[in-house]
């Protein structure tokens, strides 16, 4: 019985088994390519699968999809704006396997729920903040998938006191101010010299201004949303994983701070936010939760 698990995230593709023991050496990492995005979707999936019979298979996409159509339409993936049904096209090269589709950031929120810091939990947000921004919310110990399967678009919540334009059509969504394009934008218009997400959270680290406040918006910006969030859910637990994450005091001090100022009803006294364990697997591992609950039926 062989379990697979795929991410299709803004930037890349990364697919694996889903096994005991499975670590990231197992998994197999291609970038977005500008056309044929499928055939090297097929051709990753069918090196993973080797020669086995694939029995199950756990989708995570970026948004937005179409849950109940098996229906993605990625923002970054040109080629599949019109919508591409990746459920239909994954169970014709694996016919007999169980295949389920999901937003990646409920699939963060599964991750979290299973191998993470909400185990414990009933009611949690998970939020994953890379280039894009996506989260999982939990409600009674279910993640919540809403109407179409986009539920945990936490990237276009709104942000008080910002008002650049998004690419959903809106302005001033979390995105535009702590998505990785527009840190990345920001910082470059104040000067700071470099060429990734990597280098501007490693450069925070290490004392550049630019960057750290880069990062200081992006923080205070998120903890604006998560106060917002947290009374309407009733929550006492948010995990905020994701590359941009793993860059230090810059961006957590000015969030917790945020958090501090505006969340101050009495039932949120006890709000904790706290950084993922889950290393940015969060996505692939929640699509190989989907994987083994399909595979139980
Ligand atoms: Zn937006």
Same mark, same amino acid.
């Given at each position: 019985?062989?379990?697979?698990?795929?991410?299709?995230?803004?930037?890349?593709?990364?697919?694996?088994?889903?096994?005991?023991?499975?670590?990231?050496?197992?998994?197999?990492?291609?970038?977005?390519?500008?056309?044929?995005?499928?055939?090297?979707?097929?051709?990753?999936?069918?090196?993973?699968?080797?020669?086995?019979?694939?029995?199950?298979?756990?989708?995570?996409?970026?948004?937005?999809?179409?849950?109940?159509?098996?229906?993605?339409?990625?923002?970054?993936?040109?080629?599949?704006?019109?919508?591409?049904?990746?459920?239909?096209?994954?169970?014709?090269?694996?016919?007999?396997?169980?295949?389920?589709?999901?937003?990646?950031?409920?699939?963060?929120?599964?991750?979290?729920?299973?191998?993470?810091?909400?185990?414990?939990?009933?009611?949690?947000?998970?939020?994953?903040?890379?280039?894009?921004?996506?989260?999982?919310?939990?409600?009674?110990?279910?993640?919540?998938?809403?109407?179409?399967?986009?539920?945990?678009?936490?990237?276009?919540?709104?942000?008080?006191?910002?008002?650049?334009?998004?690419?959903?059509?809106?302005?001033?969504?979390?995105?535009?101010?702590?998505? /990785?394009? #527009? *840190?990345? +934008?920001?910082?470059?218009?104040?000067?700071?010299?470099?060429?990734? %997400? $990597?280098? &501007? @959270?490693?450069?925070?680290?290490?004392?550049?201004?630019?960057?750290?406040?880069?990062?200081?918006?992006?923080?205070?910006?998120?903890?604006?949303?998560?106060?917002?969030?947290?009374?309407?859910?009733?929550?006492?637990?948010?995990?905020?994983?994701?590359?941009?994450?793993?860059? /230090?005091? #810059? *961006?957590? +001090?000015?969030?917790?701070?945020?958090?501090?100022?505006?969340?101050? %009803? $009495?039932? &949120? @006294?006890?709000?904790?936010?706290?950084?993922?364990?889950?290393?940015?697997?969060?996505?692939?591992?929640?699509?190989?939760?989907?994987?083994?609950?399909?595979?139980?039926?």
């Amino acid at each position: 019985m062989t379990m697979l698990a795929l991410e299709i995230g803004p930037e890349g593709l990364a697919a694996g088994p889903v096994a005991p023991g499975a670590d990231d050496e197992d998994i197999q990492r291609i970038p977005i390519p500008a056309t044929d995005v499928w055939d090297a979707c097929r051709d990753l999936l069918l090196d993973v699968a080797k020669d086995d019979e694939v029995t199950a298979v756990g989708i995570a996409s970026a948004g937005p999809i179409d849950m109940g159509a098996g229906v993605i339409a990625p923002a970054d993936i040109a080629e599949w704006q019109t919508g591409f049904g990746i459920v239909e096209a994954v169970q014709k090269i694996f016919p007999v396997a169980t295949v389920r589709l999901a937003l990646d950031g409920v699939c963060v929120g599964l991750a979290e729920r299973t191998f993470g810091a909400t185990q414990t939990a009933m009611d949690a947000l998970s939020i994953s903040v890379s280039h894009r921004i996506t989260a999982g919310v939990m409600v009674g110990g279910f993640v919540v998938v809403g109407r179409t399967g986009n539920a945990g678009h936490i990237g276009h919540a709104l942000v008080p006191g910002f008002d650049d334009p998004c690419e959903c059509g809106g302005r001033g969504c979390l995105e535009t101010v702590a998505g /990785g394009a #527009a *840190l990345l +934008r920001w910082a470059r218009s104040q000067g700071w010299v470099g060429n990734s %997400l $990597g280098a &501007l @959270t490693e450069t925070a680290k290490v004392g550049d201004e630019i960057a750290a406040q880069a990062l200081g918006r992006a923080g205070t910006a998120l903890g604006l949303v998560i106060a917002s969030v947290a009374p309407l859910l009733d929550i006492d637990l948010v995990v905020v994983g994701g590359q941009v994450a793993q860059s /230090g005091p #810059a *961006l957590w +001090r000015p969030l917790a701070a945020a958090v501090a100022t505006h969340a101050r %009803l $009495g039932f &949120l @006294t006890g709000l904790r936010v706290l950084p993922s364990e889950l290393e940015g697997l969060g996505p692939l591992a929640g699509a190989g939760v989907l994987a083994m609950t399909a595979a139980e039926g």
